[in-house]
């Protein structure tokens, strides 16, 4: 059972520093965090704000913990208007904070804290899990939570310089091989540095967004949080200041880069790999965007369990970025805005985490995207049912019919990743390095091993079947009409469209392909909707710039990464905001350069972000971000060479947009309908003649009737709030932007 909260919601980021700012000169005192929602501390400590009249100052201003005297904690903040402290020794649970001052109130906060460990939005978590901390150069896990020793290291990227006679430019890897940082096939151009000993001399300058000419140095920051290897990296000299809550005097421009891996996986374990971040040693690059960030002053952060092929939760990733970014703040600061980067897998964390959790991303550049994860699973669920069905058919089935079927711009789309991604197969999709077979679900000899499904993966979501103990499942292809629309438009006839159908099936509760339909779960396709994992678009997306970044990979070779998924993103933003205002599309031509596109975008973002940040003037938050969209910021595609073309025909004939199987068979394109209402088939249901026999025949294949999609999936209902938790034995509990 959900049930809400009252809580006030800062729904982005950006403004939660400027609060004092706001005060009047008689305002009351007030007292606030910072780092976290105060319900979601986490790590025994928190950055608190005491706000109020004009003359408040540390000194004036006492700050009780517990009863216990804090207020040696707090000073001035650089706006002058308010006093803000770092308070250390929370106990786990709910801590009483007072601050009072002369003349004035008391004021009073809770603030729950939990273990630095986690859990805080999701529980249980897995088990068994994995640890690997050894991969991050972290040593040996130090506890069953894959705890290590926090360990800061500097890096020096290392000056162009004529290559040395037999060595091509920039090739580093025989010195990266000799210090033991292995880099793998992506060189890096980054070097350990000793902040206590003589400095290189070919350490390389960069300038940032703010214009400061800095040496390369970089401070990258990894530990463990919430069971994840995290980082925090940005320009640092050693010997300087650090940037702190109260002052900002180093290269950092104020920005925080949150990074998200690709992938869809099932979990069980730590993660090698962290957030976007190529390698696990001295490369500082991020995935999609090189080391631009670094180079410019903004910082970057990311976790392991930020990637979603290591874990293919959203509700746990928004969980790690949350305590990540609460590490963060707690040491360097708030951020001006906090802005999300990540492909595909990447894609899916910054849409869902960006609606259902507002104010950790003030902004986001999804790239190769997808609305959801549930519906990219969905697909692949009709690919492996369609794939099989037109194999074992008698009929002729050409590769033209079978694309025709399958919405994609081509069948191997569904050959090529039907079980890559797996949402039903129990035993597939597991992490091969470190789950091995053993302890893979086999339901003769490993009854009780891990399932590597996405809705097992994620029980405290979906529930669980109390008669099977799996979790609930929400695929569902009752009265599904595979191949309506091929059949319609004349390229499959109606002999092969009968036996399409015929010989579809389902999935078992295992993942096996069964002569019977799959039905879903009643109570897993209500909470798919009400927990946000069919995403919506309209609570916190509705409220951040969006720049969709699309490769273009359309055509044979099955690429997953769809231009439709995209695009279902866009399709539920007009259906549910009306209308795409604070949304961009950038369509890119194969051998695009990836990084320098999403450098440009980068760019584009910040500087939207920075125009909203200065805008004081009345309105909504969705208003000022809508009212400060760049100039000239509409939807474009793009040359190899990067030439970018605004006219909305030309892109479309450039990068024509496909669909999916179940679009093909009728489903509006917001795609939000996971089990359908069903109606008898009816010839009105066909564009061609159907005879009686033909319209007798289809009823018996479909004898509970066909999909009707004027109305409502079952189970469909708005989200029950932001900031959902699901937690084991505890009630769900939410907070509404609306």
């Known amino acids: 059972m959900v049930r809400s909260v009252t809580i006030t919601l800062l729904a982005v980021g950006m403004f939660v520093a400027s609060v004092a700012a706001q005060q009047p000169a008689d305002a009351p005192l007030s007292v606030t965090t910072l780092s976290s929602k105060a319900e979601f501390v986490s790590g025994g400590d928190v950055l608190l704000q005491v706000a109020g009249p004009a003359n408040l100052t540390a000194r004036n201003v006492t700050v009780r913990l517990n009863g216990q005297d804090v207020s040696r904690s707090f000073r001035l903040a650089a706006d002058s208007r308010s006093v803000i402290g770092r308070v250390s ?32 939005l999701y529980s249980p978590q897995q088990m068994p899990f994995v ?136 979990g069980y374990h730590q993660g090698r790999t962290v957030g976007g971040l190529r390698g696990n040693r001295q490369n500082l690059e991020d995935g999609q965007l090189g080391d631009y960030p670094i180079a410019k002053g903004y910082a970057l952060a990311g976790g392991s369990l930020n990637v979603f092929g290591t874990h293919g939760s959203d509700v746990v990733s928004a969980e790690t970025m949350m305590m990540v970014k609460e590490r963060f703040i707690e040491q360097f600061g708030v951020p001006m805005y906090t802005m999300g980067s990540g492909r595909s897998g990447g894609s899916m964390q910054q849409h869902l985490i960006g609606n259902n959790y507002p104010g950790l991303l003030d902004g986001i550049v999804p790239t190769a995207s997808y609305a959801d994860t549930l519906t990219f699973h969905a697909g692949m669920v009709d690919c492996h049912l369609l794939d099989s069905a037109m194999a074992g058919s008698e009929l002729p089935w050409t590769i033209e019919d079978k694309t025709a079927v399958s919405g994609y711009s081509h069948f191997d789309y569904c050959t090529n990743n039907e079980l890559r991604y797996s949402a039903r197969q129990a035993a597939n999709n597991c992490d091969d390095t470190t789950i091995p077979m053993s302890m893979r679900f086999n339901a003769e000899t490993n009854p009780t091993g891990v399932r590597c499904t996405y809705h097992d993966s ?36 109606f002999a092969q469209f009968l036996d399409l159908n ?15 339909r799959s039905v879903g779960d009643p109570e897993a396709l209500r909470r798919a909707y009400a927990s946000g994992r069919i995403n919506d678009t309209a609570h916190g997306l509705s409220m951040i710039p969006i720049i969709d970044m699309r490769p273009y990979t359309e055509g044979p070779g099955g690429n997953v990464h769809d231009t439709f998924s995209g695009w279902i993103a866009r399709n539920r933003l007009t259906a549910h905001n009306g209308n795409l205002d604070n949304y961009v599309s950038r369509v890119y031509a194969p051998g695009a350069p990836t990084n320098e596109a999403q450098d440009a975008n980068l760019i584009v973002l910040d500087a939207w972000l920075a125009a909203v940040a200065k805008d004081m003037a009345p309105g909504t938050q969705r208003e000022k971000v809508i009212r400060n969209r760049p100039a000239g910021l509409v939807d474009s595609c793009f040359t190899a ?73 079952v189970g469909y209902g708005p989200p029950a709030g932001v900031w959902q938790t699901f937690l084991a034995d505890a009630p769900s509990t939410s907070t509404s932007t609306r």
């Open 131 to 266: 640890c690997e901390t050894d991969a991050h150069g972290l040593g040996a896990p130090l506890d069953e939570k894959c705890s290590a020793e926090t360990k800061v290291e500097y890096f020096y990227k290392v000056a162009e310089t004529p290559a040395p006679a037999g060595q091509a430019p920039g090739d580093l890897a025989a010195a990266d091989n000799a210090n033991g940082f292995q880099g793998g096939a992506q060189e890096s151009p980054f070097r350990p540095l000793d902040p206590e000993g003589p400095r290189p001399t070919d350490i390389a300058m960069t300038t940032t967004t703010e214009g400061k000419t800095v040496p390369y140095i970089v401070r990258r920051e990894m530990g463990t949080i919430n069971r994840a290897v995290y980082s925090i990296a940005f320009l640092h000299e050693p010997g300087t200041p650090l940037p702190s809550p109260w002052s900002n005097e180093s290269a950092w421009n104020g920005r925080l880069v949150y990074a998200f891996g690709g992938g869809v996986s099932a």
């Open 458 to 493: 994620m029980s405290s979501v979906f529930g669980k079947d109390p008669q099977t103990g799996f979790a609930r499942s929400p695929f569902d292809n009752v009265g599904v009409q595979y191949g309506l629309g091929a059949f319609n438009d004349g390229t499959i006839n």
């Open 502 to 516: 015929r010989r579809v099936g389902g999935h078992d509760v295992n993942g096996n392909i069964v002569a019977a």
């Open 89 to 120: 020794g929370l106990e786990i649970g709910p801590n009483a904070i007072e601050a009072s001052m002369r003349g004035q109130a008391t004021a009073q906060l809770t603030v729950v804290n939990h273990p630095i460990t986690g859990p805080v």
């Open 641 to 713: 060479e990067l030439e970018e073309t605004k006219d909305a025909a030309v892109c479309a004939e450039r990068f024509p947009v496909y669909a999916n199987p179940r679009i093909v068979a009728g489903m509006p394109p917001v795609s939000e309908h996971l089990k359908c209402q069903l109606k008898p088939a009816d010839r009105s249901d066909y564009s061609r003649e159907v005879t009686d026999a033909q319209l007798a025949s289809l009823r018996a294949v479909f004898p509970q009737g066909v999909c009707d999609y004027s109305k409502p999936g």
